[in-house]
């Protein structure tokens, strides 16, 4: 029995040794070396083959199943390309061909889906196709030592050899696999349209890839999109006069790649100058701000363009009925990106409609005549450079111009007079941002911006030649370090140094008069804040301070401390409970010269403060929020106060009897914002409202306490947006009460004792405007030209109703000695139209 169990044994184990040879066998005559089966076929069919042992060293071969000498060599020519020669009977040569036909089929690495559309490029070679919707793609003579790149956006970039791809059946398989990117967990909601997402730390985040639409605008323009929110108007429809919670347009903070920005407008404000289709991120903040950031005591707009090398090029070009632009985003290599965007208006040879409305608003209380010249353009470019996976390189630029040229004629000498104004900003910038190790990082960035404001006024003898200049010439250096104490406390420190030099420039020649002013101030900043979020993300705080060293070497030397806080807590999955406050300063203002300055039209001039006639402004601010986000529903409900001090009269805008006198004091705010938004995939709908009670103490005024040329007590918007297959639609109405003015005295409105004579006012700012009412509207369609070609076309219509809001009212003398009544009204029915191009 034992010897039959053992016979068993040894039977069973040679069988198992005979499958698992033959399965090797197998195997190995799948994948065998071409120089050994020709070895073999030489012994079976008695001949010999002959070839340089370079040309088929490393070929693979599958053993043909045949028994036939021509159909072997057959297969084995079509799997490996090599060409096969018969001699003679006896003897046959190989010669390995420098070109190969190859093909492929690619899916992606996750649900093995075909990626149609994906492109595909031989390296070196002008062979370049697309997927098709099957997945497949193939070439005839390709370089047989070529390479292959296989490109998807959202996926790896996959680089194989042309020879791994010799055409055979079935072709080879590839797999892209997906690109992720490890983003910092944050809770959010996106309200009033898409792309608008409030952050954990009060700020609003705007991105322009992902913008839908807002009534009355057809392009995402940023400085536009900001004052859909509440506390953020502009009360003279311009975006380069935003008033964030009561504030003048001068203190905010208007940075672009980390850049501080002393222009932001075209068409002197009525047009945002930053190109949106290359800005990538826009962050705003009214309150609570982090710790890094200086000036801009009311609010800042700090706009990132595009920072990350895409895989592939992206491109746009757009008209509209006032200008045309053109962006582009070109990869030169993996590490290496150029984007650039420009702009230019078609005003100074085409007139249209919207051109016509914008030429009314900006110039109907100025010298000039509508047959002036007038045109802007805008140019950005960017260098993105990796220099490997923890250190990025960027270079940034950006050029503002606005030019107006015109001439009038004088009835009564019959002189022509010829006139010229330029605004044009000019800065460039740099950054390096190092990853040492998963817990430390650090940025340097540092910028030179150079602002300039010119006005050349001459008369047809040329015997007066008026001219006036303001120019910002501005250096700065700033760096960051971030490090991760633990795995939900961030501790952030840096340093920054500013000097800021300005100058003010007038000359005349007849009479004789020449006036220069230079001055500088010098920043340097220590800061430090502690960022912590819990575990279950309930609770998310930042605290920090912010020492400041200011000096003008002409005035003053002056240290300040301002500290930071903004805490959120969400006491149920939906309702957060938030809490913010901050101190800030600035050295840098506007003042408002409402006489001849600068031909009437750009009325403002950047100025260092001097610490006694035009103080260091301080502002410290404070409120406390509650809010409930839901997917479909955001409620939102904020309480607060806003101090102000070392303001002038000189900066307010004042057109009354506290025009130029220079008086120095503070506004204080309190305010209140609400709003609620629902909204689905399909429409959104959303109504705000915004109390501001805004006030100015002057000591030196009488009465010393009045409302803030920016009070506007009561501000209220209903819009909606509605998205159908292709298209967008955007309707909305927006309310405000009118701001104060000042009135003449009716019993003596003239005061004749002095000359030349004066009028005498009431007490300031103790009359409204009438209320404002505006209605916009805008629809875009989106749609394909080809395969890779987008395009939209967009019509917009700002205040179809034609009302006449009056934005402003002010008093003059006129030739006659006569008290003149003027008014500033806004924009009538404007519209405008879009076509846009994508690939």
């Known amino acids: 029995m034992a010897i039959k169990i053992r016979k068993l044994f040894h039977f069973l184990i040679a069988l198992m040794s005979f499958f698992c040879s033959c399965g090797i066998h197998a195997q190995n005559r799948a994948h065998i070396p071409l120089t050994t089966y020709l070895q073999e076929l030489e012994h079976e069919f008695d001949i010999k083959f002959s070839y340089a042992d370079d040309d088929i060293r490393d070929v693979l071969v599958e053993a043909p199943d045949a028994t036939e000498l021509n159909t072997i060599l057959q297969l084995i020519e079509s799997q490996t390309q090599v060409l096969i020669e018969k001699l003679n009977d006896r003897y046959y040569t190989l010669t390995r061909s420098p070109t190969i036909d190859i093909c492929g089929t690619v899916y992606d690495n996750f649900k093995m889906n075909t990626l149609y559309g994906a492109t595909v490029t031989v390296l070196g070679t002008d062979f370049s196709s697309i997927i098709d919707k099957n997945g497949n793609f193939s070439f005839k003579g390709v370089p047989r030592d070529a390479k292959l790149q296989i490109k998807y956006l959202g996926y790896k970039t996959l680089f194989v050899n042309a020879d791994e791809l010799v055409a055979k059946e079935p072709c080879k398989t590839l797999l892209l696999a997906q690109y992720y990117q490890q983003l910092e967990e944050v809770v959010v909601y996106e309200f009033l349209t898409k792309g608008l997402i409030k952050q954990l730390d009060g700020s609003v985040q705007m991105n322009s890839k992902e913008f839908g639409i807002l009534p009355g605008l057809i392009e995402p323009d940023v400085l536009q999109t900001v004052q859909a929110l509440p506390g953020i108007e502009s009360i003279d429809e311009t975006v380069s006069n935003i008033n964030v919670r009561g504030g003048s347009n001068d203190q905010n903070l208007i940075l672009w790649d980390g850049i501080k920005m002393y222009q932001s407008g075209h068409f002197f404000g009525l047009i945002s100058a930053f190109n949106p289709y290359l800005t990538d991120k826009v962050t705003l903040i009214k309150n609570g701000s982090s710790s890094q950031y200086g000036d801009g005591v009311s609010g800042i707009i700090d706009m990132r363009t595009r920072d990350s090398i895409a895989d592939t090029y992206f491109a746009g070009a757009g008209l509209n009925l006032i200008g045309g632009d053109v962006y582009a985003h070109l990869p030169l290599n993996e590490k290496l990106a150029v984007q650039f965007s420009a702009r230019r208006s078609l005003t100074d040879f085409l007139d249209t409609p919207t051109y016509d409305k914008f030429f009314t608003r900006v110039f109907e209380d100025s010298q000039v005549s509508p047959d002036g010249n007038f045109y802007f353009y805008d140019f950005t470019g960017k260098l993105l450079y990796d220099i490997n996976n923890k250190h990025k390189l960027r270079l940034s630029f950006i050029n503002i111009n606005n030019l107006l040229d015109y001439s009038e004629r004088d009835v009564d000498t019959n002189n022509e007079i010829q006139s010229a104004l330029s605004q044009t900003n000019l800065s460039l910038g740099a950054s390096v941002k190092s990853e040492w190790n998963k817990r430390f990082s650090t940025s340097l960035n540092a910028y030179q911006t150079r602002y300039k404001l010119e006005a050349q006024n001459i008369s047809g003898n040329a015997e007066q030649v008026l001219f006036q200049n303001n120019e910002v010439q501005e250096t700065a250096l700033k760096l960051n370090t971030n490090y991760s104490l633990f795995e939900n406390l961030d501790w952030l420190n840096g340093y920054q140094f500013i000097e800021t030099s300005i100058s003010n420039k007038t000359a005349v020649t007849q009479p004789p008069y020449t006036s220069n002013q230079r001055d500088i101030v010098k920043s340097?900043?220590?800061?430090?804040?502690?960022?912590?979020?819990?575990?279950?993300?309930?609770?998310?705080?930042?605290?920090?301070?912010?020492?400041?060293?200011?000096?003008?070497?002409?005035?003053?030397?002056?240290?300040?401390?301002?500290?930071?806080?903004?805490?959120?807590?969400?006491?149920?999955?939906?309702?957060?409970?938030?809490?913010?406050?901050?101190?800030?300063?600035?050295?840098?203002?506007?003042?408002?010269?409402?006489?001849?300055?600068?031909?009437?039209?750009?009325?403002?001039?950047?100025?260092?403060?001097?610490?006694?006639?035009?103080?260091?402004?301080?502002?410290?601010?404070?409120?406390?929020?509650?809010?409930?986000?839901?997917?479909?529903?955001?409620?939102?409900?904020?309480?607060?106060?806003?101090?102000?001090?070392?303001?002038?009269?000189?900066?307010?805008?004042?057109?009354?009897?506290?025009?130029?006198?220079?008086?120095?004091?503070?506004?204080?705010?309190?305010?209140?914002?609400?709003?609620?938004?629902?909204?689905?995939?399909?429409?959104?709908?959303?109504?705000?409202?915004?109390?501001?009670?805004?006030?100015?103490?002057?000591?030196?005024?009488?009465?010393?306490?009045?409302?803030?040329?920016?009070?506007?007590?009561?501000?209220?918007?209903?819009?909606?947006?509605?998205?159908?297959?292709?298209?967008?639609?955007?309707?909305?109405?927006?309310?405000?009460?009118?701001?104060?003015?000042?009135?003449?005295?009716?019993?003596?409105?003239?005061?004749?004792?002095?000359?030349?004579?004066?009028?005498?006012?009431?007490?300031?700012?103790?009359?409204?405007?009438?209320?404002?009412?505006?209605?916009?509207?805008?629809?875009?369609?989106?749609f394909d030209i080809g395969r890779k070609l987008k395009a939209s076309a967009g019509i917009s219509v700002l205040n179809f109703t034609g009302r006449n809001n009056i934005l402003n009212t002010y008093y003059r003398l006129n030739e006659t000695n006569e008290i003149e009544k003027v008014d500033n009204v806004s924009l009538g029915l404007t519209p405008n139209a879009s076509f846009r191009l994508r690939f």
């Not at 340097?524 to 920090?544: P, Q």
């Not at 240290?559 to 939906?574: D, I, K, Q, V």
């Not at 995939?681 to 009465?703: M, Q, R």
């Open 524 to 782: 340097h900043v220590l800061f430090s804040e502690l960022t912590y979020t819990s575990s279950d993300n309930r609770l998310y705080g930042r605290a920090g301070m912010r020492l400041n060293y200011l000096n003008n070497p002409k005035s003053f030397t002056k240290y300040l401390l301002e500290p930071r806080l903004s805490m959120n807590y969400a006491f149920t999955n939906r309702w957060k409970l938030q809490l913010l406050g901050e101190f800030k300063s600035q050295a840098i203002n506007q003042i408002i010269d409402l006489e001849q300055n600068f031909l009437g039209i750009e009325k403002r001039r950047w100025i260092v403060s001097d610490g006694d006639r035009l103080p260091i402004t301080q502002s410290k601010q404070g409120s406390i929020g509650i809010n409930y986000d839901h997917k479909t529903l955001y409620i939102g409900l904020e309480a607060f106060y806003k101090e102000v001090n070392g303001i002038s009269t000189l900066t307010q805008g004042f057109q009354n009897q506290n025009q130029f006198n220079g008086e120095t004091g503070k506004y204080n705010v309190k305010g209140l914002e609400f709003l609620i938004n629902r909204k689905t995939d399909d429409y959104s709908i959303w109504a705000s409202y915004t109390y501001n009670l805004n006030n100015y103490h002057f000591s030196e005024v009488l009465p010393p306490d009045f409302p803030n040329n920016l009070d506007i007590r009561h501000t209220a918007t209903f819009a909606g947006t509605y998205n159908i297959k292709n298209f967008k639609l955007g309707i909305g109405l927006n309310y405000r009460t009118g701001k104060p003015y000042t009135q003449p005295s009716i019993e003596e409105p003239l005061n004749t004792s002095f000359f030349p004579n004066r009028i005498n006012y009431q007490e300031p700012n103790s009359s409204r405007l009438p209320e404002y009412l505006r209605a916009d509207a805008s629809v875009i369609y989106d």
